[in-house]
């Protein structure tokens, strides 16, 4: 699974990202500034162009869990998974009764307001691992059934010390252990920058997510402005 990476929050963007042949988008609220409303509009039209829409969540948060998924969000990231009780909560959360969890039922957009399947299957669930404290506890990270693992290559980087050094023996040892470890089909992986040249280290993951709207915006800008 190929995703576009959207920061910024307009739903025009979610609909240029759904132009690409991407298979969908990841919403970045981590690091953008959406409100309920605009998150749930964007999540709206990217799942309506028949694009797949993972949100990524800052924190383990119940409302917030249950605006993505009862707007219809294929899946939600969790950043930064170190402690066994958010992982437990995660799935409680996310999950109806029926497949192990306490996730309310209401009429939403996710089951067509009650017109069509009232308990979906879960959504996808991801992981993020992103620190040092997040590799320590890797193995019971792994043992906690998420559909898939992501790498945050940037903060993994920076909590060993050396942000950004993607070829630093440190983070690549770091690399080395997620990917022996866990399976590369469930694995994920967001590369913002430098993709062709990144691509390689990540072969055969199950989710790849690329480049990012805020900086293929400035970088095609930058272009135009020395070329104009």
Known sequence: MKLAWQQIPSTTISELLCLTDLDGIVIDTEHGCFNNETLYNCIQLITSKDKKCLVRLTEVNKTLIRLCLDAGATGLIFSTVEDMDDAKLIHQLCKFPKFGGKRGLGLVRENKWGYGKLVNDPPIIVAQIETKKGIENLKWISEQKFDFYMIGPYDLSASFGVAGDFENKK???????????????????????DVKKQLKKYENYGIIAVGMDTTAFLEKYMEIAKNA
């Open 171 to 193: 983070y690549l040892q770091a690399l080395t252990k997620v990917q022996q470890m866990i399976p590369k089909e469930k694995m994920a992986v967001h590369i913002p920058t």
